[in-house]
Structure formats: structure tokens, C-alpha cells
């Protein structure tokens, strides 16, 4: 079971399932997401005995109070993943996270280094929260296509020019 929370949540069986910015989706042992990130931030929560997981395509570091989608931002997007999960009947305890993406697309040292505030405020939030980061592959200036395995906690890493790697 998975799901993509976007306006309406919907469950799909043995998809692979694009999570585009700002959706947040969960599944089992026979889900898979990809993502495609730049200055975005995808945040993983997995729980490795269980098989469940659940993915979000961050896009900024902080709400400010502002409603609308709660995978759009890191301080939002976290606490949403967690609650979904125990939904699915997945305890805090045992959940581990890993994170890719965070690209400064823009000139380096410029004034939008999203990518930069997006990685810190994720770390930040995780660690607040008491989820530890096992993998991560953050930073650069060059996108990401990722794809994420429930069933194994592989999360897999593309960029153009380079040789694919797990993490």
C-alpha cells in the first residue's frame, strides 16, 4: 500500500510512483518513488524492519506559517511524514532517514542558495526529532534523479555525466 498525498491522498498497488515538488507519499515493501531534484530537498524515513517508508520533494526550508501543501517545506513536511506513518502503523522508533538533492542550481555564493537552507533546515529538523541520517547525498550544482526502494532502503542516485550510485 502507498500512498501520494497531494491535494487528496490515493493508494496504488506495486507502482512505481513520481512524487513531484511539494507531495509527500508513503508505502510498503512493494513501493518504489522517483524524484527529480535541483535546489529541492527529497527526505527519506524508512523503517528497515518493517519495510514502510515515506518520501518528501521539499522545496523551501520553513513555512512561516503559510497553509498549503505540507511537503513544500521542511518544517511541515517532516512532522506530516511522521504522523502518515504511524497511521500506517509505523513506530517512530527504528526510522532512519536519508536525503539527496540540495543543488545550488544558481551562481555559487549568490543570493538563492536554497539548496544550502534546504539541507540545514532538514538536518536540523531530523535531529530535532530524533531520526538519524544514515546516507545522504547533498550539495553540488547539478540535479538529481532519484529513486527510493522500500523493500531494500536503497536510494538510488543519478546525475547527467556521471555513474549511478546507491546510498
Same mark, same amino acid.
Request: glycine share 14%.
Given at each position: 500500500?502507498?500512498?501520494?498525498?497531494?491535494? %487528496?491522498? /490515493?493508494?496504488?498497488?506495486? +507502482?512505481?510512483?513520481?512524487? $513531484?515538488?511539494?507531495?509527500?507519499?508513503t508505502?510498503?515493501?512493494?513501493? &518504489?518513488? =522517483?524524484?527529480?531534484?535541483?535546489?529541492?530537498?527529497?527526505?527519506?524515513?524508512?523503517?528497515?524492519?518493517?519495510?514502510?517508508?515515506?518520501?518528501?520533494?521539499?522545496?523551501?526550508?520553513?513555512?512561516?506559517?503559510?497553509?498549503? +501543501?505540507?511537503?513544500k517545506?521542511?518544517? /511541515?513536511?517532516?512532522?506530516?511524514m511522521? %504522523? +502518515?506513518?504511524?497511521?500506517?502503523?509505523?513506530?517512530?522508533?527504528?526510522?532512519?532517514?536519508?536525503?539527496?538533492? $540540495?543543488?545550488?542550481?544558481?551562481?555559487?555564493?549568490?543570493?538563492l +542558495?536554497?539548496?544550502?537552507?534546504?539541507?540545514?533546515?532538514?538536518?536540523?529538523?531530523?535531529?530535532?526529532?530524533?531520526?538519524?541520517? =544514515?546516507? %545522504?547525498?547533498? $550539495?553540488?550544482t547539478? $540535479?538529481?534523479?532519484?529513486?527510493? =526502494?522500500?523493500? =531494500?532502503?536503497?536510494?538510488r542516485? %543519478?546525475?547527467?555525466? &556521471?555513474?549511478?550510485?546507491?546510498?
Open positions: 500500500m502507498h500512498t501520494l498525498a497531494n491535494a %487528496e491522498a /490515493t493508494s496504488v498497488k506495486g +507502482q512505481v510512483i513520481n512524487v $513531484g515538488m511539494g507531495q509527500i507519499a508505502g510498503d515493501r512493494s513501493t &518504489q518513488f =522517483t524524484s527529480v531534484l535541483g535546489s529541492c530537498v527529497a527526505v527519506v524515513l524508512w523503517h528497515p524492519r518493517l519495510s514502510l517508508g515515506a518520501i518528501a520533494h521539499v522545496v523551501l526550508p520553513k513555512s512561516h506559517g503559510q497553509n498549503g +501543501q505540507p511537503g517545506f521542511a518544517d /511541515t513536511a517532516i512532522p506530516t511522521l %504522523e +502518515q506513518l504511524a497511521r500506517m502503523g509505523c513506530p517512530k522508533p527504528g526510522l532512519v532517514a536519508k536525503i539527496a538533492g $540540495g543543488a545550488n542550481m544558481f551562481r555559487v555564493g549568490g543570493p +542558495q536554497i539548496g544550502d537552507d534546504n539541507i540545514a533546515t532538514v538536518r536540523e529538523i531530523l535531529k530535532t526529532v530524533g531520526i538519524p541520517i =544514515t546516507a %545522504e547525498d547533498v $550539495g553540488g547539478q $540535479g538529481r534523479k532519484i529513486t527510493f =526502494t522500500c523493500s =531494500t532502503g536503497e536510494l542516485i %543519478e546525475v547527467a555525466g &556521471q555513474k549511478a550510485k546507491v546510498i
